[in-house]
């Protein structure tokens, strides 16, 4: 009933056309925003199984003969041992800043701390320090104790910029959960560390997914400082890449760059897709901005 | 007595970890950028140490390498900003009626913000912005048009990195605004609707207006992003030709482990921090503060 009455009010009968083209321009709009913001992944998926003279043939080949050289090229070009180092480096520096950053975000949600604003601030403000004004302190320091070049100091850097994050997006869900629970569970005789563990922890669990999806992504991603910390031998995915570019001798060894970038940004971007609710909520959601 | 004691010890064991942490890898090394700001001193000759007071920055501000470092991080902000702020809120109200596939629309259109930078930026080097086997200018020759030598001709390099980052960092407003639209009170623009507002009038004088600290903080959020942009542009330009896409990461960068001035570089990132900072506190307290009175 009441969609009919909506209809007759809102939609003049002059212009019963208008609304039809506006609707196949809205989806011809949403379709060419899709066409350009997933090409370049669909790009990289074709261009690492092509071989060179399919690569560099315009227009380019839609269909072609896969072959798997330029994998067997970035084998030779050590591909395993960045490989090791971007996994170690993404799972030390991501559970460590869990294991610290939770707990944290747990007491600023709920427990009584003086300062708890400051600290917040501060928490908050340290995600806005443009993060070369970090890299190259730690640079220094690390140059003094020999630590560069060791992934120690990568990971440092990583609990670095996980942290805020990870602190600052918990406290937002854990916000969320309703204080009655942990009231009554209190008045049940649970202590502290009960009530995080066996009441908090479980129901932020989707909180927690979703804090993890954006830790592991940002660190697997991260350029900056594994560029400047990691001297010649632990270097991650990332760094390695730019080898590709060659110098002026070499040229651009385009099969071996894109089979790389291939394997660097597959399980991302899968990861992104199958979890995209997930990822939208850390983005958005917890308070984050609020 | 003991008893409070050991409450305080639990209450403050959640937190203590986390914030000696971060005062290890955050504070301590901004301290010492801080009075290493304050020295001449070269890593090739590390003997010759010395206190200069603000000479450096006093150097800073009549180098004009870092000058127009940092008025091309600015403009290269500016446009960045501006372009993906519009784009992006205008996906979003694309977004705005649930249609069949909305979801998969939603997360195909995240995939250039999960992408890793240094892969955007020597994929868009090498596959899109090269000049003869390049994918745009292959589709401008296509129009008739000869595209130029974009990653290495100047003004093309600026235009490219900005455009880099335009495809990159839309998704973010995009779904920002999204979930705000999805969070937006219905019967609010149906109210405007039945008093005869048109769909742009409705969405500049009854959306914006309310999503306004949502807008605000998106800003501050997207301006830090770029301010400290380094990963595409580092791999997609250099910083070249002739400094033009020199932002300020990158002059920063270039100055400690090419020319190894410590000092000097570390004072550069000090007012680096100091300038994104002023920029931060003015929008939080336009945007958010007074702006979350009025709301």
Request: proline residues 5%.
């Amino acid at each position: 009933m009441s969609k009919v009455s909506r209809k007759n009010t809102n939609t003049p009968r002059y212009s019963k056309l208008k609304p039809q083209l506006l609707k196949y321009l809205k989806f011809i709009a949403i379709g060419i925003a899709v066409l350009i913001a997933f090409f370049p992944f669909l790009w990289l998926l074709m261009t690492a199984f092509k071989s060179m003279g399919d690569i560099q043939s315009l227009p380019p080949k839609i269909i072609f003969s896969p072959t798997l050289d330029n994998f067997r090229a970035i084998m030779d070009a050590n591909f395993f041992k960045y490989l090791q180092n971007s996994l170690i480096l993404t799972f030390s520096g991501v559970s460590l800043s869990m294991i610290l950053g939770v707990p944290a975000a747990f007491a600023i949600s709920r427990l009584k701390i003086p300062f708890k604003d400051g600290i917040l601030f501060f928490i908050l403000a340290l995600r806005f320090v443009p993060y070369i004004v970090f890299a190259l302190p730690l640079f220094l320091l690390f140059v003094e104790r020999g630590w560069v070049g060791t992934r120690y100091g990568v990971v440092m850097a990583y609990i670095l910029i996980n942290l805020p994050l990870i602190v600052w997006l918990m406290k937002g869900f854990f916000d969320e959960i309703p204080k009655v629970i942990d009231e009554a569970a209190e008045v049940d005789g649970a202590s502290r560390f009960q009530i995080f563990t066996r009441i908090i922890l479980p129901c932020a669990k989707p909180g927690i997914a979703c804090v993890l999806i954006l830790a592991f992504i940002f660190t697997w991603n991260e350029y900056l400082f594994a560029l400047i910390l990691a001297g010649r031998h632990a270097q991650p995915l990332t760094v390695g890449l730019t080898q590709f570019l060659g110098g002026i001798e070499y040229g651009v060894r385009w099969g071996a760059l894109s089979a790389w970038s291939f394997t660097l940004v597959f399980p991302v971007v899968t990861i992104s897709l199958f979890v995209n609710k997930y990822l939208r909520k850390g983005f958005t959601g917890g308070g984050y901005n609020k | 007595m003991i008893d409070r004691l050991k409450d305080n010890m639990s209450r403050y064991s959640f937190l203590i970890p986390s914030l000696v942490a971060l005062g290890l890898v955050a504070v301590f090394p901004v301290i010492y950028a801080v009075r290493s700001s304050f020295y001449s001193w070269n890593l090739h000759r590390p003997a010759a140490r010395e206190f200069v007071g603000f000479n450096n920055f006093v150097k800073l501000v009549t180098d004009y390498t870092y000058v127009n470092s940092v008025s091309i991080t600015l403009l290269y902000t500016a446009i960045t900003v501006g372009s993906t702020m519009i784009l992006g809120f205008l996906l979003a109200l694309l977004l705005k009626k649930p249609f069949k596939g909305r979801n998969v629309v939603r997360a195909l259109l995240t995939v250039p913000m999960i992408m890793t930078q240094v892969v955007i930026g020597l994929n868009w080097r090498v596959f899109m912005w090269e000049p003869d086997y390049g994918l745009i200018n292959w589709l401008l020759r296509l129009v008739g048009i000869r595209g130029p030598a974009w990653v290495s001709s100047v003004p093309f390099a600026f235009i490219a990195a900005a455009i880099t980052n335009i495809w990159f960092m839309t998704p973010l407003v995009m779904i920002i605004m999204d979930a705000s639209l999805a969070s937006f009170p219905q019967s609010l623009e149906d109210a405007a609707k039945i008093d005869g507002a048109s769909y742009w009038q409705r969405i500049i004088y009854v959306i914006i207006p309310i999503l306004k600290r949502t807008f605000a903080f998106t800003l501050l959020l997207r301006i830090t992003i770029d301010f400290r942009m380094f990963d595409i542009v580092h791999v997609l330009t250099g910083g070249g030709p002739a400094r033009t896409t020199q932002l300020l990461s990158i002059w920063v960068y270039n100055q400690a482990l090419r020319v190894s001035d410590m000092g000097y570089s570390n004072a550069g990132a000090i007012l680096m921090m100091v300038i994104i900072s002023i920029i931060c506190s003015i929008i939080a307290y336009f945007g958010l503060i007074r702006g979350g009175e009025q709301a």
